[in-house]
């Protein structure tokens, strides 16, 4: 069995404030990437005692460097600095059988989520062929592209509501539960390893009962941004054409492809 974990920053166990624990130069990110460990190596072993026999790890929060190397589960492989996951080795394709999310958060202009945003902090919508998503569902329709499931998402309570809504069936790990944009009520990071490891376990334990998310080709990824300049500043490049005064709109055939082009460049 072949299992492919994101691994994101704002859903992590004890994770509630941007300023002062998300970022490289926040005064708590160590703390932070020591909780992302905890979080991540709960999903490594329970991958393991499942019957996973290759585990591969993508470091998706703001340049890939968070995953400790030295204190990552053996058992698995990690893809730091965020380079482009169209297709492996960094990208996830075909041989896979389960993708699994740790440290997820809901989608920008959620109500009541907890540090809400789609991975930019300047896009306020995102669409794929006009159903309106955020990370999880943009991830889970990429790794869908080729078949593989999304079957277990850990983060707070409103984003396994997001992700229900959107996906249906779905093994959820909530280790917070969100109090407004910068609160929550939290559970310590010992349960947090506990649930985690139990619902990936349970996950990859009925991989039969989960459909791969599926949009239909040619994919259309329209993007509202919260200000008109990066919207023209995504509309320079390549692909990718203005739609209104803040819109942007891309096409392609290969959904891997296109985002994951798109992102890299626009991040750059």
Same mark, same amino acid.
């Given at each position: 069995?072949?299992?492919?974990?994101?691994?994101?920053?704002?859903?992590?166990?004890?994770?509630?404030?941007?300023?002062?624990?998300?970022? %490289?130069?926040?005064?708590?990110?160590?703390?932070?990437? +020591?909780?992302?460990?905890?979080?991540?190596?709960?999903?490594?072993?329970?991958?393991? =005692?499942?019957?996973?026999?290759?585990?591969?790890?993508?470091?998706? /929060?703001?340049?890939?460097?968070?995953?400790?190397?030295?204190? @990552? !589960?053996?058992?698995?492989?990690?893809?730091?600095?965020?380079?482009?996951?169209?297709? %492996?080795?960094?990208?996830?394709?075909?041989?896979?059988? +389960?993708?699994?999310?740790?440290?997820? !958060?809901?989608?920008?202009?959620?109500? *009541?989520?907890?540090? %809400? /945003?789609?991975?930019?902090?300047?896009?306020?919508?995102?669409?794929?062929?006009?159903?309106?998503?955020?990370?999880?569902?943009?991830?889970?329709?990429?790794?869908?592209?080729?078949?593989?499931?999304?079957?277990?998402?850990?983060?707070?309570?409103?984003?396994?509501?997001?992700?229900?809504?959107?996906?249906?069936?779905?093994?959820?790990?909530?280790?917070?539960?969100?109090?407004?944009?910068?609160? =929550?009520?939290?559970?310590?990071?010992?349960?947090?390893?506990?649930?985690?490891?139990?619902?990936?376990?349970?996950?990859?334990?009925?991989?039969?009962?989960?459909?791969?998310?599926? +949009?239909?080709? %040619?994919? /259309?990824?329209?993007?509202? #941004?919260?200000?008109? &300049?990066?919207?023209?500043? +995504?509309?320079?490049?390549?692909?990718? &054409?203005?739609? *209104?005064?803040?819109?942007?709109?891309?096409?392609?055939?290969?959904?891997?492809? @296109?985002?994951?082009? #798109?992102?890299? =460049?626009?991040?750059?």
């Amino acid at each position: 069995m072949k299992v492919y974990i994101l691994v994101d920053g704002e859903g992590i166990t004890g994770i509630v404030n941007h300023p002062l624990q998300v970022m %490289p130069d926040s005064p708590g990110f160590a703390e932070m990437r +020591a909780l992302l460990m905890s979080d991540l190596n709960a999903a490594v072993e329970g991958a393991s =005692a499942a019957g996973a026999g290759e585990i591969v790890v993508y470091d998706m /929060h703001v340049n890939g460097l968070n995953v400790i190397l030295e204190q @990552l !589960h053996a058992r698995a492989r990690a893809v730091l600095g965020k380079p482009p996951k169209a297709k %492996p080795p960094a990208g996830i394709d075909e041989s896979y059988d +389960a993708l699994i999310m740790i440290g997820y !958060h809901s989608m920008a202009e959620t109500i *009541g989520g907890l540090l %809400p /945003h789609t991975y930019t902090l300047d896009m306020k919508e995102l669409r794929l062929n006009g159903v309106l998503m955020g990370e999880i569902g943009l991830e889970a329709a990429m790794a869908g592209s080729v078949g593989v499931p999304m079957v277990m998402v850990s983060g707070d309570d409103i984003a396994m509501k997001e992700t229900e809504a959107l996906l249906g069936d779905f093994e959820p790990a909530v280790v917070k539960y969100a109090v407004g944009e910068s609160g =929550a009520l939290c559970l310590t990071p010992e349960a947090s390893r506990a649930i985690i490891r139990e619902r990936t376990v349970a996950a990859l334990g009925r991989l039969k009962d989960f459909t791969p998310y599926r +949009a239909d080709p %040619p994919f /259309h990824i329209e993007i509202e #941004f919260y200000e008109e &300049s990066s919207a023209k500043k +995504a509309s320079a490049l390549n692909g990718v &054409s203005r739609k *209104g005064a803040r819109g942007i709109l891309m096409e392609g055939s290969d959904l891997p492809l @296109l985002w994951e082009s #798109f992102l890299s =460049a626009y991040t750059a």
